[in-house]
């Protein structure tokens, strides 16, 4: 995926967005960790216990949790989003059939590891910024 990041950083239409990227949350101090979703316009990450974090977004945050699994998890609640005048976006496996490339969605080794193309990764960051 840092591939996918890097080469979507140097696109001219994401020329004024910051992508920060955090490898693993265990590494950082709570503090760090609340700084990190309070600054965030919208937060893009592996489904997982970090979500947690989602507490100290500020209103109108979007939220794309990505993964191979089909099940939304608790974050996607839509009445949580709408308590925070969020929204939350699942993005998982592919179909066979989207061959086009039109949906964003991973592309799955197993369950724990996943790719994107960088038409994917576009169409859900463009997706996760469009609020």
């Known amino acids: 995926m840092e591939a996918i990041i890097t080469e979507a950083k140097s696109l001219d239409k994401y020329k004024d967005v910051t992508f920060v990227v955090v490898k693993d949350f265990d590494d950082l101090s ?22 947690a974090n989602a507490i ?7 939220f794309v949790g990505v ?12 009445r949580f989003m709408e308590l925070m005048d969020s929204s939350y976006k699942h993005v ?10 039109t949906e964003a969605c991973t ?23 469009a609020k």
């Open 30 to 51: 709570v503090a760090h960790q609340a700084r990190t979703f309070n600054e965030a316009d919208a937060v893009v990450m592996v489904h997982g216990q970090h979500m």
């Open 67 to 78: 993964g191979c699994s089909g099940t939304v998890p608790l974050i996607g609640n839509p």
């Open 56 to 62: 100290y977004a500020v209103d109108g945050t979007s």
């Open 107 to 129: 592309v799955c080794q197993d369950d724990d590891h996943f790719t994107m193309t960088l038409l994917a990764f576009e169409k859900m960051i463009d997706d996760a910024m």
């Open 92 to 101: 998982s496996k592919c179909k066979e059939d989207n061959e086009d490339e």
